[in-house]
């Protein structure tokens, strides 16, 4: 008699789902290293464009989130349904 086999390949929103719940779990890497990137700088003028750049990166970081928010969203049995994670 012939075992049934799980699929090979995830269903394809699944898989899509992982991906954007992997992309949220490092988006506060990627702030992280943005806003520590003005110390390396080594530039004699004042704190002007750094305060720019820190308020633009912020900015950035709040979009990103808000573009992936809606996606991360779903019932526990869309979870669930998956698989192991």
Request: charged share 25%; no cysteine; hydrophobic share 50%.
């Amino acid at each position: 008699m012939r075992r049934l086999r799980a699929p090979l390949f995830l269903a394809r929103a699944v898989y899509r789902k992982r991906r954007l719940r992997d992309a949220a779990r490092l988006l506060p890497l990627l702030g992280f290293f943005l806003l520590i990137l003005p110390m390396l700088w080594q530039r004699p003028e004042g704190p002007g464009r750094d305060v720019v750049y820190i308020f633009v990166v912020w900015a950035g970081l709040i979009a990103v989130a808000a573009l992936l928010a809606p996606g991360l969203g779903g019932s526990e049995a869309e979870r669930d349904e998956g698989g192991d994670d």
